[in-house]
Every structure is written in structure tokens, then in C-alpha cells.
């Protein structure tokens, strides 16, 4: 059977020979692609955003040789995130933007910048990021067979429920509660009290909607963007996780490249990257009022964000020795 890669060379030399592909000006300066593109999440989300600013960029800048599609809801991988990246891995997609969490499903070492309260606001979370978590990153992504593009973000993960307000660990108490597939927020939440569960982020918003899960947590623009409040009673913003976004490419294809369109892929992807974090922190607090006004909503201070951390202290040991030395230093914000 014919590999994708050479299905692509073969479309490729016929794209040439007829002279449709590209600029409809000019014949190609180089070799001519159509890649593809996912997002976890909707078209309203940054995510979307910043991946349709990288599509209108590569193509500009390669004067239309290079052609990106992107596709939400992580429709090629039938709403599975975690297919998602497996596709990334093997050449089946090109591109994704995913959460590390999803990535620490294949490998729980990438879980170690999400653990619970180790940053206290986006100042402490760039400084792990710029000391240490980037070069990091990049080297698990390429023991995996992905380039890393470097880092988005989906921000700090909040809590919604339909129980009660939670302002303190025992609030948590039996809330049956929709979690990322990694057991160290299956951990988390049953240390708490709670009933964790897993199940495809695309599944979320009917379950909640008929009951079959009464919470769950993500960060704001996908608590926005996916309309949660329409089936969620109560809000929390305790900034309990830093959750950064892996631009991702298949590593196969990232170095079949000649090194000047590597460059174009780069700054491109350094420009979305950029473009989506700011826009997302740009965001974040008008979502949050937004959502306010939807919701019932509890943000708590530091003093009740303590009681939190000290009742999950426990956890940090555990996955220490998960993590690795390495990976510990590498996100911590006191590098």
C-alpha cells in the first residue's frame, strides 16, 4: 500500500506537471503541499484562531506552495484527542494543536508542567516556560516523532458543577466530575473526594446536558467558546493547572523540508504562537465576567487557594518519581 508520504510526492509532481497548484500567477519556486491541521476545540475558540493566522501566514510567505486545512473538534480523529496526537505521531495528520495533558496520556512525563497549583499566575508559568520547559518539551516531542513548534496555551484550568459552589476541598465531595484521561487528575480529584471520570472533551457538553456527569474543568476559552454555562450551574476560578498547547508537526515531514521553507514553518508558527497567547490572556478576564453573569461564580484567594494545595501535597511525591528529576526542574517557576 502506498505510504501517505509518497502519495503526497506522487500528487505533488502531477500537481506540477499541470501547473495547478500554488500561486495562479506564477509557477512554483519549490515543491507544492496540502497538509492538514487539528484543534481540539470550536471555531470560536483562539485555538481556531491562531491555527487559521499560521494557515494565512504559511501560505503567504510561500507564495502559495504551502496550503494548511484545519479542522476542529479533532474531526480526524473521530473527537479522540488522544488519537489525535498518535496520528501526528505516525504521519497520518500533519499538525495539531494539543494540551500536554493529552500528550502525557502517551507518555506521563509531558503531565509535569500541569501539576495542581504549581504556578500561581501566567508571570510564574513564563518563567518556568523561558527557563527550562521549552527545550525540554522539544526534546520529549522528538522522542515521540513530533517537532514542537512551541508553545500555545489554553490558560489556567477552571471547575464548573452543577452540585454546589466550590470554595474548599471537601466542596468537591461525590461531584461526579469529567477529567482528562491521566491519572494523575484521576489522583487529584478521588484525594478530594470526588468522582472522577473520563471521557472525550466532544462528549462533554450532552453528558453534562443529560446528567451523566455532573462537573468537569478546563480553561476559560473553552469553558466560553463551548457554551458550557448553558448546562452548568456553578463557576470556580481557583487556576488550579497551567495548561500550555504543543503546536505540534510530524517530525518525518517537518525534515523532508528544505531548510528554507523549515524557516518558513518556524516563523509562522512563532507568529500564531504569540497571536493565540495574547489573545488568549487578552481574553480570559472578559470571559470570566462574561461567564459571571451565566453562572454562579466563586474566585477564590490565595488563602483558600493554600488549603487546596496543601491537601494535594502528597500528590507532588508521587509523581515526582513519574516525572523525573529532569522534567521537575524543567517546569519549576524557581529556576
Not at 500533519?94 to 504549581?118: E, H, K, Q
Not at 525540554?136 to 490558560?155: D, N, Q, V
Amino acid at each position: 500500500m502506498m505510504s501517505k508520504r509518497l502519495r503526497g510526492a506522487v500528487a505533488l509532481l502531477a500537481c506540477l506537471a499541470l501547473g495547478a497548484c500554488g500561486s495562479p500567477s506564477a509557477q512554483p519556486d519549490g515543491p507544492v503541499y496540502t497538509w492538514d491541521m487539528t484543534v481540539t476545540v470550536g471555531e470560536s475558540s483562539t485555538w481556531y484562531q491562531a491555527a487559521e493566522r499560521f494557515a494565512d501566514t504559511l501560505e503567504r510567505e510561500s507564495g502559495g506552495r504551502m496550503q494548511l486545512r484545519v479542522f476542529t473538534g479533532e474531526q480526524l480523529s473521530a473527537g479522540d484527542p488522544a488519537a489525535g496526537v498518535e496520528q501526528l505521531m505516525n504521519g497520518d495528520k500533519d499538525f495539531s494543536y494539543n494540551s500536554t495533558i493529552i500528550y502525557a496520556g502517551i507518555d506521563p512525563r509531558f503531565g509535569a508542567i500541569n501539576a495542581p497549583f504549581l504556578y500561581k499566575d501566567y508571570d510564574e508559568a513564563d518563567r518556568a516556560l523561558h527557563g527550562g520547559a521549552v527545550p525540554a518539551y522539544e526534546k520529549l516531542t522528538s522522542e515521540i516523532g513530533i517537532t514542537m513548534l512551541g508553545f500555545g496555551e489554553s490558560g489556567f484550568r477552571q471547575l464548573t458543577n452543577n452540585m454546589r459552589p466550590v470554595e474548599q476541598p471537601s466542596d468537591l465531595a461525590g461531584i461526579k466530575t469529567r477529567i482528562p484521561g491521566i491519572g494523575m487528575f484521576t489522583d487529584f480529584f478521588r484525594d478530594l473526594g470526588a468522582n472522577p471520570t473520563t471521557m472525550n472533551f466532544s462528549e462533554v457538553f450532552t453528558a453534562l446536558q443529560q446528567g451523566t456527569i455532573e462537573g468537569q474543568e478546563n480553561p476559560m476559552d473553552v469553558i466560553s467558546s463551548s457554551g458550557l454555562a448553558e448546562v452548568q450551574q456553578y463557576l470556580t476560578i481557583w487556576n488550579y493547572v497551567y495548561d500550555p498547547l504543543v503546536l505540534g508537526m510530524n517530525q518525518e515531514l517537518f525534515e523532508s523540508l528544505s531548510p528554507e521553507d523549515r524557516k518558513i514553518v518556524q516563523d509562522a508558527a512563532a507568529d500564531a504562537n504569540a497571536f493565540q497567547i495574547k489573545t488568549n490572556r487578552g481574553l480570559e478576564q472578559e470571559q470570566i465576567a462574561e461567564q459571571s453573569e451565566l453562572m454562579e461564580t466563586s474566585e477564590l484567594s490565595d488563602a483558600q487557594i493554600e488549603r487546596f494545595r496543601r491537601a494535594v501535597g502528597p500528590l507532588y511525591e508521587q509523581y515526582e518519581e513519574v516525572w523525573g528529576p529532569e522534567m521537575v526542574r524543567a517546569v519549576s517557576p524557581e529556576r
